[in-house]
């Protein structure tokens, strides 16, 4: 089979929901019975599909409920600058997702924070402190409107990336 059918996308669509769902109960709603719907969940994770399982928890409870969009421009286009920052950004538990860009600066980092008080620490003590780092400019979000940790599925060749 080189593509994903309706039933590979439906399985996705419930696990990306309910990771914890059982197998009777996915079976159940996916109209498999519960041993080829192992067998599917077992292939669309060993071909990549499925990268992990997680538990999302509430950061606002954990005192990790702001969050904080950083733009980060490097010091120069320089290979070894690159590579620089993305060693250290690694390390920094409070740096929820990084993306390259293309545009005015380097890259965007969202960052989840205590409070207001704990960005120019971040920033200053933490970010800066990184050789490659040239200028950041932060944005405070104040509200979040909407979270997912799904993502849209449209048919996927089974050999895409």
Do not use: E, M
């Given at each position: 089979m080189n593509e994903l059918d309706a039933i590979d996308l439906k399985i996705l669509s419930i696990l990306q929901k309910d990771g914890r769902?059982?197998?009777?109960?996915l079976a159940e709603?996916?109209?498999l019975?519960?041993?080829?719907?192992?067998?599917?969940?077992?292939?669309l994770e060993t071909e990549g599909?499925?990268?992990?399982?997680v538990a999302v928890l509430n950061s606002n409870k954990l005192?990790?409920?702001l969050d904080v969009f950083v733009s980060v421009r490097l010091r120069s286009q320089a290979t070894a600058e690159y590579e620089k920052f993305e060693r250290r950004i690694n390390d920094f538990d409070e740096v929820v997702g990084c993306y390259l860009l293309a545009g005015n600066f380097?890259?965007?980092l969202h960052v989840k924070l205590p409070d207001v008080g704990s960005i120019a620490e971040f920033t200053r003590g933490r970010l800066n402190a990184i050789d490659a780092v040239s200028e950041t400019h932060s944005i405070i979000s104040v509200q979040r409107l909407k979270q997912s940790s799904?993502?849209?599925?449209?048919?996927?060749?089974?050999?895409a990336r």
């Open positions: 769902i059982t197998t009777l109960r709603r996916v109209g019975s519960p041993t080829p719907c192992a067998r599917r969940v077992r292939h599909f499925i990268s992990q399982y005192n990790a409920g380097d890259y965007l799904a993502i849209p599925l449209w048919p996927v060749r089974k050999g």
